[in-house]
Antibody, heavy 118, light 113 residues
């Protein structure tokens, strides 16, 4: 049974960098699945941020691409999100998820609320 | 980007009655390699992450009750709850994964009348 758990600061100042980790258990993190970040705001609903496979293949939402970096740490079985130059519009619940074959999400973390505020 | 539009934004249905949630894609989401639509449906209860109900437009996830069904083709799809139960109160969202970026509908809130 795959389990995902988000961690990271819940408060980030405007113009700074939002960094989150997703710890994965019960599933290989390499050579089998893409891993994704998705965020949710009351006004915009669910928004796919990006996906990563094996540290060598990433796919980012073009709307965030210029500010976004995703990475995998195989030694710690986690993948990470870095979003630079954040504004209040980046305030959201951030979910990590396993990207199953084709591109849907069968397994999700519980989510991490990140607020951008000074 | 492919725009996914759901209708209605919210609906209130009596217990035991039928609820229909519609989802329209702005362009085709048919994967010609397997002749399946790249569409997923999710259920989200307050304070929880989304739960996958259906993938490939009609593949039911394990554990999803039979009262949930799906229909549709082309660019028009629907999720149907045949007899609403109290535990079905949630927000339901569709997602296309045919193109990057993958996109979601705005969500439909289902409540009990």
């Amino acid at each position: 049974q795959v389990q995902l758990q988000e961690s990271g600061p819940g408060l980030v100042k405007p113009s700074e960098t939002l960094s989150l980790d997703c710890s994965v258990s019960g599933s290989p993190i390499v050579n089998q699945y893409y891993w994704a970040w998705i965020r949710q705001t009351p006004g915009k609903g669910l928004e796919w941020i990006g996906s990563i496979y094996n540290s060598v293949s990433t796919s980012y939402n073009p709307s965030l691409k210029n500010r976004l970096t995703m990475s995998i740490d195989t030694s710690r079985s986690l993948f990470s999100l870095r979003l630079t130059s954040v504004t209040a519009a980046d305030t959201a619940v951030y979910f990590c998820a396993r990207n199953d074959s084709g591109g849907f999400f069968a397994n999700w973390g519980r989510g991490r609320l990140v607020t951008v505020s000074s | 980007d492919i725009v996914m539009t759901q209708f209605p934004d919210a609906l209130a249905v009596s217990l035991g009655e039928r609820a229909t949630i519609r989802c329209t894609s702005s362009q085709t989401i048919l994967d010609s390699s397997n002749n399946n639509h790249c569409l997923a449906w999710y259920q989200q209860k307050p304070g929880q992450p989304p739960r996958l109900l259906f993938s490939w437009a009609s593949t039911r996830e394990s554990g999803v009750p039979d009262r949930f069904s799906v229909t549709g083709s082309g660019t028009n799809f629907a999720l149907i709850i045949s007899a609403l139960q109290p535990e079905d109160v949630a927000i339901y969202s569709c997602q296309q994964y045919f193109n990057v970026p993958s996109t979601f509908g705005q969500g439909t809130r289902v409540e009990i009348k």
